[in-house]
């Protein structure tokens, strides 16, 4: 279901009733959804929030440091030391949280993801087609097995892969699907599935962002052939610097083991390629002991992702992210929205931004552009190796074709809240983010002189 399609939809149904209640001097509808409405703060007025702090990330508390101390006292301070210490605890907790047979950990998502490339067998010669809207460790990943990221362009409401254009760019040399969960929140897995399904394609998700979410009553990083997971400080499960892989494949996870292991399998005997990828068992101590709060916190990011929806459901001048028919929740590691200038008086989004700033609630961009417009594109036209493993002939479809449309509109019209800690906030703090945007609507004519 297209729900803000819906949305836009009853907006435009409603528009021909509000503008009869424009000229006959009453307020819109969706006008009333705030209480605040003043004197920008940015303009001396009093400012929505003030003097509140949002909730810290990432969390602590002392089961952590219990945690922490208890690995330092033990001194099994590396995995291999233990088949019972931290890593291979936190593998089997993981694995069991997520609903997935087996869990590799790593030292950072970036890690997992190329740790799968280079168990699938994907190299050079090879393509994967990723999104452009993501972190630079979902490219980093395919570059380092020097593969060649394909960027599809995105569903412009989802902010997420667009599947067919995912299916256009499949060439004879694709080998595999890298979909994003972007926000934490599904992408299109059912299509992207399917496409990869009639072309023979392997799926890697890069679930790094969606802890914990589900679509179609799955949990993402547990619906492809490989599933990956970040914890860097900011993410919704974070120990600073970490990561995971889920799969149930016993065969290709046990690949996945040997390949991080420095080409090491569990047997001891060194046998593939691969780079040192060992999760440190400090890292797994500070995890193991943010588990047990964990969907608690997952809860309340829905609830109060679920309630500032609700709170913006009639507005038009703000969209949330499109969420996917079969989307039961979401990690909410962020909380995107589209910001639709034309509904404040054509004020560019950096005005809007400062306004609400001024007025205590802080929104960003996600990423500037998107990866397709980042030098690593012309460093890998013009290197040695990628002129060796690709033809004349692709390399220049490659240039020409590397172009994402709706991710450059994406990146201009997106506002978010970094959410794993603030979405941990009340409903009230819900309602300040919401009032601050409606108050700087209702004062959209002043927006232009900031
Ligand atoms: C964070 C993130 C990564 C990389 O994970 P690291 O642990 O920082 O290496 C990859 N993809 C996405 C979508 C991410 O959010």
């Known amino acids: 279901m297209d729900k803000n399609d819906l949305t836009r939809r009853q907006f435009i149904a409603a528009s021909a009733g509000s503008l009869a209640a424009v000229t006959s ?3 819109p509808a969706y006008a009333n959804l705030t209480k605040k409405a003043g004197k920008l703060a ?9 003097n509140k702090s949002w909730p810290r990330w990432p969390y602590w508390d002392e089961n952590v440091i219990d945690s922490i101390v208890k690995t330092t006292k033990s001194r099994i301070w590396c995995r291999i030391q233990s088949r019972s210490g931290t890593v291979p605890t936190l593998e089997k907790k993981f694995a069991e949280l997520i609903g997935a047979k087996y869990c590799v ?15 699938l067998g994907i190299g050079p010669g090879d393509e994967i087609i990723t999104s452009p809207y993501t972190d630079p460790g979902t490219i980093a990943s395919i570059l380092s097995a020097r593969a060649l990221p394909v960027l599809a362009d995105l569903d412009r409401e989802s902010y997420q892969l667009d599947p067919d254009d995912v299916e256009r760019r499949i060439t004879e040399n694709t080998k595999a699907i890298m979909p994003v969960d972007i926000g934490g929140q599904a992408c299109n897995m059912d299509r992207i599935m399917e496409i990869a399904k009639k072309h023979n394609l392997k799926v890697i998700e890069d679930s790094c962002q969606a802890h914990l979410a589900e679509y179609k009553g799955k949990r993402l990083g547990t619906i492809g052939d490989l599933g990956c997971f970040s914890f860097q400080s ?17 065969e290709l996870m046990d690949k996945c083991y040997t390949v ?5 399998s569990r047997r001891g005997r060194t046998e593939v390629i691969g780079p040192k990828y060992r999760m440190n068992e400090f890292e797994a101590a500070v ?25 913006l459901k009639n507005f038009p001048g703000i969209t949330p992210q499109k969420l996917y028919e079969g989307t039961t929740n979401g990690s909410f590691y962020l909380f995107p929205m589209t ?8 004020a560019d989004r950096s005005k809007f931004l400062k306004a609400l700033r001024a007025e205590g609630i802080s929104l960003s961009p996600y990423i500037a552009q998107g990866l ?44 978010m809240i970094w959410a794993s800690g603030p979405l941990l906030g009340t409903k009230e703090d819900m309602d300040d983010v919401a009032d601050a945007i409606l108050k700087v609507y209702e004062n959209r004519d002043k927006l232009s002189s900031i």
């Not at 900011?234 to 016993?250: F, H, P, Q, V």
């Not at 910001?339 to 054509?346: I, L």
């Open 260 to 264: 991080h292991n420095h080409g090491t």
């Open 25 to 27: 001097g009453t307020i």
């Open 339 to 346: 910001y639709h200038k034309e509904y404040f008086n054509d």
């Open 372 to 415: 397709h417009k980042e030098p690593w594109v012309e460093h890998i036209l013009s290197s040695k190796v990628y002129q060796k493993m690709f033809s004349r002939k692709r390399l220049r479809e490659y240039r020409e074709q590397n172009r994402c449309p709706n991710c450059d509109k994406v990146c201009q019209e997106m506002a």
């Open 287 to 311: 995890l193991l002991g943010q588990l047990p709060g964990v969907h608690e916190r997952f809860a309340r990011r829905n609830a109060n992702a679920a309630h500032l929806t609700y709170r």
């Open 234 to 250: 900011s993410k919704t499960i974070a120990c600073g610097e970490g990561g995971a892989i889920l799969g149930n494949d016993e």
């Open 42 to 50: 940015i303009l001396g007025g009093k400012p929505v929030r003030k």
């Open 105 to 119: 950990a790593t030292g950072s998502g970036t890690q997992a993801l190329h740790t799968c490339v280079e168990a």
